[in-house]
């Protein structure tokens, strides 16, 4: 290989590898839903989103609920929960997208977006996961299912919580509430 293609390469290596970190925003990036449609983060432009990695078969699972709550109590006064359906910890989200979408809405009753199954740490992550622990307080990896972040109307992240802090936590109420009056 010439000195040329080595460069060229190397190049566009360094690009993909730092996109997510060159963004400003959440609302530069797509994502799939869970029916495999494209979703244009832009769409939740002027909103408070809540972005939780999810799994069927975890401890953390009944944490639905609230989040489902969350979706119901404050849907209309702007705010978005978003499930994104991960395999990573401990296998616990192994079905499909069409088993993860008839578990949660049958199970948990389930009405806020759903994206499709994704790797949240490693070497294929989502890239809107390497952009929100890059400019979350944290910016350790994800540690397990159901770690919590908060992005502001603005699109950037202002808060991120594990998965032991519960949904309807006063401290993430609070940033959502918070938020919500901006």
């Not at 963004?23 to 797509?30: R, T």
């Not at 494209?38 to 953390?60: H, M, R, W, Y």
């Not at 109590?73 to 499930?83: A, H």
């Amino acid at each position: 290989m010439t000195k040329f293609w080595q460069t060229l390469v190397l190049g566009m290596i360094f690009v993909a590898g730092t996109t997510s970190m060159a963004a400003d925003s959440i609302y530069e990036f797509k994502m799939k839903d869970i029916e495999g449609k494209e979703v244009e983060l832009s769409e939740f432009k002027d909103k408070v989103v809540l972005i939780v990695n999810v799994a069927s078969k975890c401890g953390a699972t009944p944490q639905y609920e609230q989040l489902q709550a969350l979706s119901d109590k404050y849907s209309k006064k702007g705010l978005v929960v978003v499930g994104v359906p991960c395999n990573q910890f401990g296998g616990q989200e192994p079905g499909s997208e069409k088993d993860i979408k008839e578990f949660c809405s049958t199970k948990y009753k389930v009405t806020f977006p759903m994206m499709s199954k994704v790797d949240v740490n490693g070497e294929n992550e989502d890239p809107l996961y390497k952009f929100l622990k890059a400019h979350a307080e944290s910016k350790d990896n994800v540690k397990w299912n159901f770690e919590k972040f908060v992005i502001g109307k603005d699109g950037k992240v202002v808060g991120r919580f594990g998965t032991r802090t519960k949904p309807d936590d006063d401290e993430v109420v609070s940033v959502i509430e918070s938020e919500l009056k901006k």
